[in-house]
């Protein structure tokens, strides 16, 4: 059971736009700590995507975008291709676990 | 380009004690913006926080793990390490090393670099 609650898959057609939300609660999320999400490919260590709830590292496209509101946070993927096929992860800290925390992930898929 | 690299045993028998190190190149580990993690993920699964370290030996760690585990720095060999006990199959899972960085109010932030991964399985 994750602190930050995700979507187990979604999907979408090449060219098609996707979101994936991450419900939180008032310990993390509401309590205003940002929102980080990854990328994990298939056999390959997660990477940084979006910081700070809306932030791109420098090299990620800007097909991927990120916001926050509330208790809640999206990853938005536009003009989705088939090497975008992979798992999303949100993480977040959490004041009460003194740490932070990882939504369960969610699988993508490209018809 | 700081690379971080994750050593140590990939076989580890039950109710024994795992112990991972990660090797920090490119950048030191002495930096005062951030903490040093590690994670893991056991096969098929989701990612889960283990615990964090500062250059000064300071300490956070998952509470559902924290009676078993210990992570400490060696700044002279620009290396941290992982040390958890009394381990079961289900600790079997991929261990990663990263780099935290610190948000605004000094909490853990993103983890903007981590390392390949190590494989550990608890098996007899």
């Known amino acids: 059971q994750s602190v930050l609650t995700q979507p187990p898959s979604v999907s979408g057609a090449p060219g098609q736009r996707v979101t994936i939300s991450c419900t939180g609660s008032s310990s993390n999320i509401g309590a205003n700590y940002d929102v980080h999400w990854y990328q994990q490919l298939p056999g390959t260590a997660p990477k940084l995507l979006i910081y700070?709830?809306?932030n791109r590292p420098s090299g990620v496209p800007d097909r991927f975008s990120g916001s926050k509101s509330g208790t809640s946070a999206s990853l938005a993927i536009t003009g989705l291709q088939a090497e975008d096929e992979a798992d999303y992860y949100c993480q977040s800290y959490d004041i009460s676990l003194s740490g932070s925390v990882f939504g369960g992930g969610t699988k993508l898929t490209v018809l | 380009q700081l690379q971080l690299q994750e050593s140590g045993p990939g076989l580890v028998k039950p109710a024994e004690t795992l112990s991972l190190t990660c090797t920090v190149s490119g950048g030191s580990i002495r930096s005062s913006s951030y903490f040093w993690d590690w994670i893991r993920q056991p096969p098929g699964k989701g990612l889960e926080w283990i615990g964090s370290?500062?250059?000064?030996?300071?300490?956070y760690y998952n509470p559902s793990l924290k009676s078993r585990v210990t992570i400490s720095v060696d700044t002279s060999k620009n290396q941290f390490s992982l040390k958890l006990s009394s381990v079961t199959a289900a600790d079997t899972a991929v261990y990663y090393c990263?780099?935290?960085?610190?948000?605004?109010?000094?909490?853990?932030?993103?983890?903007?670099?981590w390392g390949q991964g190590s494989l550990v399985t608890v098996s007899s």
């Open positions: 990263a780099r935290h960085d610190l948000g605004g109010r000094g909490e853990l932030s993103y983890l903007d670099h």
């Open positions: 370290i500062f250059q000064s030996g300071s300490t």
């Open positions: 700070g709830n809306s």
